[in-house]
Nanobody
């Protein structure tokens, strides 16, 4: 079955860190552009970061550049999002996405940043 499953969300204080994991099944993550998006309450879903197929070049939204890092474990078929120096405005549901002709989304994982 082709699917994505995110995990690793939770509640953290401002300045804290979390690592999100996207587990893929039914396909190989290194063969696709894989992305993280997020959606805050009452807002549109927005791009956070992507990693290309093959060499794994990365790109980030300006709002997270220097704080977040996307990476990939080809052996485990996982995609990660390391989030450091978290801010209250990072609070959102975070989604993993597989790009391509048949776009695939995970179910999302909640991240809450609050003191």
């Amino acid at each position: 079955q082709v699917q994505l499953a995110e995990s690793g969300g939770g509640s953290v204080q401002p300045g804290g860190s979390l690592r999100l994991t996207c587990a893929a099944s039914g396909f190989t993550v290194s063969s696709y552009v894989m992305s993280w998006y997020r959606q805050a309450p009452g807002k549109e879903r927005e791009f956070v970061a992507f990693i290309t197929s093959g060499r794994g070049n990365t790109n980030y939204a300006d709002s997270v550049k220097g704080r977040f890092a996307i990476s990939r474990d080809n052996a485990k078929n996982l995609v990660y999002l390391q989030m450091n120096s978290l801010k209250p405005e990072d609070t959102a549901v975070y989604y993993c996405k597989r790009a391509g002709v048949n776009t695939l989304w995970g179910q999302g994982t909640q991240v809450t940043v609050s003191s």
